[in-house]
Every structure is written in structure tokens, then in C-alpha cells.
């Protein structure tokens, strides 16, 4: 499956915004709303990709491989729910941190085209089949 990158990079401005709302309030439920959107995100569903794709009528110039965006809202989705933890058990440094840290990898894709996770992911994919040759050997 193929995805649009500026919908991407789209969604990673919103994600920067929702998130930095979480660190100036401190809002579980906000934090929690951005938890659904990456659970959606990791199965091609982003509101955000919707958002997008109503208010850009154009067709992108390219696409790319939609596998290392959703594994991306993976991570996202894994750094919002160790945020939830954090403020649901009353950790708010853990709570914080959490959030500054898939804000930042929101912000690397908004401002730069970075795609932290997506990095992850071909990084990933790289090291498991050589792995793989190892233990066969």
C-alpha cells in the first residue's frame, strides 16, 4: 500500500500541536484522544490522513511505502499509552517525558520530513534478516 507523504507530514503538524497542548495542560484525556488517532494511524485510518485528504484536492507527485509510517504511529501509539500510564499511576515526570519524546519525533516529521519511526522501521528490517542468516549459519 502507498501513502501520500504531505499527509504525513500533515498529520505530524497536528501531532506536534496536540502534543504540546499535553505538555502545557497536562490533559490525560487530550493525550488520550492522540492515543486513538496513532491506534488508528497503525491500521491506515488517521483522522488526520482524512483531514487532509478533504482539504487537498490535488494528487501527490509521489507516494511511499505506507509500512514505515504505520509502524511509526506504533511508536507514537506506545510513547502515548507510557504517558497514560504516567499520569494515571500519578507519575508526572514519566507522563512528561513520554509526551516530549514523541513530540519531538512528531516535530522532526513536521519541520523536517524526518520520519523518526519510519527510520526505525528500515533500520529494523535491515538487521532482522541478517539476524536471521546468523542463526542459521
Known amino acids: 500500500m502507498r501513502t501520500d507523504p504531505r ?4 498529520g505530524a503538524a497536528l501531532t506536534t500541536v496536540i502534543l504540546a497542548l ?3 495542560t497536562g490533559s490525560a484525556w487530550l493525550l488520550a484522544a492522540q492515543a486513538v488517532v496513532f491506534a488508528l494511524g497503525t491500521i491506515g485510518r488517521s483522522p488526520y490522513s482524512l483531514l ?3 482539504l487537498v484536492k490535488s494528487a501527490p507527485k509521489e507516494t511511499e511505502d505506507a509500512r514505515p509510517p504505520r509502524f511509526a504511529q506504533a511508536v507514537g501509539l506506545v510513547f ?3 504517558g497514560l500510564a504516567g499520569y494515571a ?3 508526572t515526570p514519566l507522563a512528561m517525558v513520554a509526551t516530549a519524546a514523541a513530540l519531538l519525533a512528531a516535530f522532526l516529521n513536521a519541520a523536517f520530513g524526518f520520519c523518526l ?7 529494523i528490517r535491515r538487521l532482522l534478516p541478517a539476524a536471521k542468516m ?4
Do not use: P
Not at 499527509?7 to 500533515?10: D, G, K, P, T, Y
Not at 519511526?117 to 533500520?123: H, K, N, R
Open 7 to 10: 499527509a504525513l507530514r500533515f
Open 22 to 24: 499535553v505538555l502545557v
Open 52 to 54: 487532509f485528504k478533504a
Open 80 to 82: 502515548a499509552v507510557a
Open 89 to 91: 499511576a500519578g507519575i
Open 117 to 123: 519511526g519510519c527510520e526505525m522501521y528500515l533500520l
Open 134 to 137: 546468523e542463526v542459521s549459519q
